[in-house]
């Protein structure tokens, strides 16, 4: 529950309204310290009202406001009992920090979006898309801006295991492979926010067309969820200098990646040859080493 609740509110946070993003900010900045406070007192902290911070709890699907402080005050707990919690990994990169202490940021970052990714993964949904991926004719990527990098990866995945896969960044692209899928086919976009109109359009196009669609995002409330049959949700948290690219990129290839391992798998001995094929066919690219 501690763990899910913070990444319920991270995934959830800028689908609030003002009031609602306000407490979510609040809560995320020092969950102890928001566990501590009556509804009256963190109403008051916030600048808002009582009947706002019902809402929020609503808003999380929580049955009221003693259920949330109870799930803060056990995040809290696990926070204290971490080793990495001397960082504050919700605060901004500031421009004089010291170097040392930005890399200890970013790297507790990436490895705490793929720690907290992994541990509130739905595991149903990573079969079903194993199912379709190992059933699909075809399998296209989406992904604008940073998340084409994770869509490229996740294509480059599925080919070494023989699979028909393709990646797209260019919408227009993407909107003329959409267009000509069939039943079955299977269509995987990558989105941090789920709100990327280029995303939403073509999962709709591959819809129209029969194939089953798929997002990759840390927004389980976005449009881009609506237009897929299948939801991986991911947990990243970024500040102004990470901002769409850093956290969010590993949690989004930990799910691709766990996508990957599922569908080897499933034909252990037939996924084994076709990587060693693969690694057979690149070896000639290698160099050697050179005697000094």
């Given at each position: 529950m501690?763990?899910?609740?913070?990444t319920?509110i991270?995934?959830l946070?800028?689908?609030l309204?003002?009031?609602?993003?306000?407490?979510?900010?609040?809560?995320?900045?020092?969950?102890?310290?928001?566990?501590?406070?009556?509804?009256?007192?963190?109403?008051?902290?916030?600048?808002?009202?009582?009947?706002?911070?019902?809402?929020?709890?609503r808003?999380?699907d929580l049955r009221?406001?003693?259920q949330l402080?109870?799930?803060?005050?056990?995040?809290?707990e696990?926070?204290r009992?971490?080793g990495?919690?001397?960082?504050?990994?919700?605060?901004?990169?500031?421009?004089?920090?010291?170097?040392d202490?930005?890399v200890?940021?970013?790297g507790?970052?990436?490895?705490?979006?793929?720690?907290?990714t992994a541990?509130q993964?739905?595991?149903?949904?990573?079969?079903?898309?194993?199912?379709a991926?190992?059933g699909?004719?075809?399998?296209?990527?989406?992904?604008?801006?940073s998340?084409?990098?994770?869509?490229?990866?996740g294509?480059?995945?599925?080919?070494r295991?023989g699979h028909?896969?393709?990646w797209?960044?260019?919408?227009?692209a993407a909107?003329?492979?959409a267009?000509?899928?069939r039943?079955g086919?299977?269509?995987i976009?990558?989105?941090?926010?789920?709100?990327?109109?280029?995303?939403?359009?073509?999962?709709?196009?591959?819809?129209?067309?029969g194939?089953?669609?798929?997002?990759v995002?840390?927004?389980p409330r976005?449009?881009?969820?609506?237009?897929?049959?299948?939801?991986?949700?991911?947990?990243?948290?970024?500040?102004?200098?990470?901002?769409?690219?850093?956290?969010?990129?590993?949690a989004?290839?930990?799910?691709?990646?766990?996508?990957?391992?599922?569908?080897?798998?499933?034909?252990?001995?037939?996924?084994?040859?076709d990587?060693?094929r693969?690694h057979?066919a690149?070896?000639?690219r290698t160099?050697?080493?050179?005697?000094?």
């Open positions: 501690s763990v899910d609740l913070l319920h991270r995934a946070q800028d689908s309204p003002r009031a609602e993003r306000g407490i979510a900010d609040l809560v995320l900045q020092d969950p102890g310290a928001a566990a501590e406070r009556t509804i009256s007192e963190l109403a008051h902290a916030c600048g808002t009202s009582v009947a706002t911070v019902h809402r929020f709890c808003s999380l009221g406001y003693a402080r109870i799930g803060l005050a056990a995040e809290a696990r926070v009992a971490d990495r919690a001397v960082l504050d990994l919700g605060s901004d990169i500031g421009a004089g920090e010291p170097l202490l930005v200890r940021k970013i507790a970052a990436n490895a705490r979006a793929a720690e907290e541990a993964l739905d595991l149903t949904a990573l079969a079903a898309l194993a199912d991926a190992q699909a004719r075809r399998v296209d990527f989406f992904g604008v801006g998340s084409a990098l994770a869509a490229e990866d294509a480059r995945k599925l080919l295991l028909a896969a393709a797209w960044s260019d919408v227009h909107l003329m492979s267009a000509v899928l039943p086919d299977l269509v976009a990558v989105s941090h926010s789920g709100r990327a109109r280029e995303v939403v359009d073509v999962l709709t196009e591959a819809r129209r067309s194939a089953v669609t798929a997002v995002t840390s927004n976005s449009p881009a969820v609506d237009k897929s049959d299948l939801v991986l949700t991911t947990s990243a948290r970024e500040t102004t200098f990470r901002s769409g690219g850093m956290a969010s990129r590993s989004q290839l930990t799910v691709l990646d766990c996508l990957y391992v599922a569908l080897a798998q499933r034909s252990h001995d037939r996924a084994m040859d990587l060693e693969v057979e690149v070896r000639s160099l050697g080493r050179t005697r000094s």
